[in-house]
């Protein structure tokens, strides 16, 4: 299986910063990389996939970069409801494997 | 809009069977299949397997192979997934989700599965 590693697995910051998040895969993914959000208690939203393709509906502070096997999640300007836990995902082979999430926690 | 409508809470002893259930609504059913994702308390978010619901195959986590049995109804437009002989360490919010072509795009609310004895 592909391990997704990220970093870093919690960061506090405040409203309006930019916050950037990695995610390291143990092989090339050919950019078939996702990234979902998870509030408290809620299930996960799909943010972008395609590493930097966003999801409809999805505001346009989150873009995503990389290739290969690193991969960023950035949010340039920090809104309150953007704090959250953080999960990248590969889809490159089965089975699609998660990165171990970066909670994203108001500073 | 596109809904993944999961059934309720279960509390169940160690060495029983849970059986989970993922009506979806607002798109054909047998033209995406559906993934089963959980998360422990506290813990990340684990790939149980997936059902292709146009023709019933199924590919699951090595982990899980021999406990879990993934199903779908197509009349109904519902997923299942049976987990069997279930441990203390199965207690986890169970997650259905679409694949739209490997990427997971929409997930149900979550069942909470708790085993206790």
């Known amino acids: 299986d592909i391990q997704m590693t990220q970093s870093p697995s919690s960061l506090s910051a405040s409203v309006g910063d930019r916050v950037t998040i990695t995610c390291r895969a143990s092989?090339?993914?050919?950019?078939?990389l996702a990234w979902h959000q998870q509030k408290p208690g809620i299930a996960p939203k799909l943010l972008l996939y395609?590493?930097?393709r966003l999801e409809s509906g999805v505001p346009s502070r989150f873009s995503g970069s990389g290739s290969g096997t690193d991969y960023t999640l950035t949010i340039s300007s920090l809104q309150p409801e953007d704090f959250a836990t953080y999960y990248c995902?590969?889809?490159?082979?089965?089975?699609?494997?998660f990165g171990q999430g970066t909670k994203v926690e108001i500073k | 809009q596109v809904q993944l409508v999961q059934s309720g809470a279960e509390v169940k002893k160690p060495g029983a069977s849970v059986k989970v259930s993922c009506k979806a609504s607002?798109?054909?059913?047998?033209?995406?299949?559906i993934f089963w994702v959980r998360q422990a308390p506290g813990q990340g978010l684990e790939w149980m397997g997936w059902?292709?619901?146009?023709?019933?195959?199924?590919n699951y986590a090595q982990k899980l192979q021999g406990r879990v049995t993934m199903t779908s109804d197509t009349s109904t437009s519902t997923a299942y997934m049976d987990l069997r002989s279930l441990r203390s360490d199965d207690t986890a919010v169970y997650y259905c989700?679409?694949?739209?072509?490997?990427?997971?795009?929409?997930w149900g609310q979550g069942t909470l599965v708790t085993v206790s004895s």
């Open positions: 989700a679409r694949d739209r072509e490997a990427v997971i795009d929409y």
């Open positions: 607002a798109y054909t059913f047998t033209s995406y299949g």
């Open positions: 059902i292709n619901t146009y023709n019933g195959n199924t």
């Open positions: 092989q090339d993914i050919s950019n078939s």
């Open positions: 395609a590493a930097s």
């Open positions: 995902q590969q889809y490159y082979t089965f089975p699609p494997t």
